[in-house]
């Protein structure tokens, strides 16, 4: 079962998560391949990854609300979206148009042309009309302009330009499993004593510099990508943290853990069909009969006929009322 795990490192400021899709990342595929649609390795291996990577940034910050991971890109792979909720449901896709060779690696998928962005989005729950949700923007290059191969360089850089938090990213995916590890160095506290601005001074500060994170992510660079799929949590953590004041807590699994889910419906479908305007809608109906649209995170395929499309572009106020108040 899909599994998340947090943990401290006692009288250090620095802080961990891990985490393994299992069935969950399972799913997505098997929906992905019985909708016809599957994907290469490496795209399959980055929506793992991205997935994986999205769970622990939503899981990692207080937000009602949820965290869309999108990379945009100049190559064969337009867009890949992972976007997991509060309570870490998640889904994850990807747009691609030309060839992805085996073996392709960030660059040559995403950023061939040097145009590849990185962005993340946290998007209220209740926002109210016009509020825009929160998005911040890395490219995918390091600071020398140097391109970046993997996604977990691209989000330690941006988690350091964004919270100015020391962090490392191990991600790792195959057919089986999506799996992350991250550390953190946490932000400096006592804000409220000694004033906001000299806290987050003191945090840049700690840049680079805090010796318990820096021995702490050293030791987690060591874990190896076929460690980190292939062996359970409790392996992993004590090959590391052995020597470490590792304290853990409750892992979140089942239903209080990462799962996949889908917000697609029915209603959100038949909004983008009334964006697209009567006559193109009547159009695609006239030639095919009707109106199919399937959503490229579940598979799941909606269907619009000639009644449907003229009930989308009907008014509430002019539609007969519904069966129950006939009655
Ligand atoms: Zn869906």
Redesign the pocket.
């Known amino acids: 079962m899909s599994e998340l795990h947090r943990f401290i490192f006692e009288g250090f400021p620095v802080r961990g998560m891990l985490v393994r899709l299992t069935d969950s990342w399972q799913e997505v595929l098997r929906r992905r391949e019985a909708a016809d649609d599957s994907f290469g390795v490496p795209v399959r291996v980055l929506m793992g990854e991205m997935a994986a990577a999205a769970t622990l940034m939503q899981a990692n910050i207080k937000f009602s609300g949820s965290l869309i991971l999108q990379v945009f890109g100049d190559g064969p792979v337009k867009l890949a979206v992972a976007q997991v909720q509060p309570d870490l449901a998640f889904r994850v896709t990807a747009k691609v148009v030309g060839e992805v060779r085996p073996g392709d690696r960030l660059e040559a998928m995403l950023n061939a042309g040097g145009q590849g962005r990185c962005s993340i989005t946290l998007d209220p729950k209740d926002r109210h009309p016009g509020q825009q949700p929160y998005t911040g923007i890395v490219p995918l290059h390091g600071d020398a302009r140097e391109p970046l191969q993997q996604l977990s360089e691209v989000l330690e850089h941006y988690m350091l330009q964004s919270e100015q938090l020391d962090t490392k990213l191990i991600l790792a995916a195959d057919d089986k499993v999506a799996a992350g590890l991250l550390i953190q160095r946490l932000p400096v506290q006592g804000a409220g004593n000694i004033g906001g601005s000299s806290a987050s001074q003191r945090n840049e500060d700690e840049i680079g510099v805090n010796e318990a994170y820096n021995r702490i992510a050293h030791l987690a660079a060591t874990l190896t990508r076929d460690e980190l799929l292939g062996l359970d949590v409790n392996t992993v953590l004590r090959r590391l943290f052995w020597e470490e004041p590792l304290r853990r807590f409750e892992p979140q699994t089942g239903a209080n853990g990462p799962r996949f889910a889908?917000t697609?419906s029915r209603e959100h479908v038949g909004n983008m069909l009334r964006s697209l305007g009567r006559e193109e809608v009547d159009g695609i109906v006239a030639e095919q009969s009707r109106a199919e649209v399937g959503?490229d995170?579940?598979g799941?395929k909606y269907h619009f006929d000639s009644v449907d499309v003229g009930g989308l572009f009907t008014p509430v106020t002019d539609q007969m009322p519904g069966s129950s108040s006939i009655n």
Request: hydrophobic share 35%.
């Open positions: 889908c697609c959503c995170f579940c799941l």
